[in-house]
């Protein structure tokens, strides 16, 4: 997989889009309890769905599927990954 560097909040990824976890905006509190869900910056997570109307956005980290709120998703950024490039430079969108 190649990174292509564009960053975005978790809530507005698309459902199935990979990326890695580059900043939390919160305090202590709130990264000590996204990092016991396994969620901290360095980590590969995968968007699975989102329900609408401000319910849970899943995601996956490791394997395990983690619904959080849709608040703490806005403030978990995410650089996403492209696995289908090739040649190892990065895909232009």
Known sequence: MKVLGE????????AGVEGVIRVIEGGYGLQ??????????GKTV???ASEPLKGP????VDGTH???GR???????V??????????????R
């Open 32 to 41: 000590k309890r996204l990092a016991y869900l396994g969620l901290r910056v």
């Open 7 to 14: 960053m975005q909040k978790l809530s507005r990824m698309l």
């Open 57 to 60: 956005v899943v995601v996956e």
């Open 66 to 68: 983690v619904a959080i």
């Open 46 to 48: 995968k968007k699975i």
């Open 79 to 92: 650089e996403v990954l492209d696995e289908n490039t090739f040649d190892g430079k990065p895909k232009r």
């Open 71 to 77: 608040g703490v998703a806005e403030k978990i950024l």
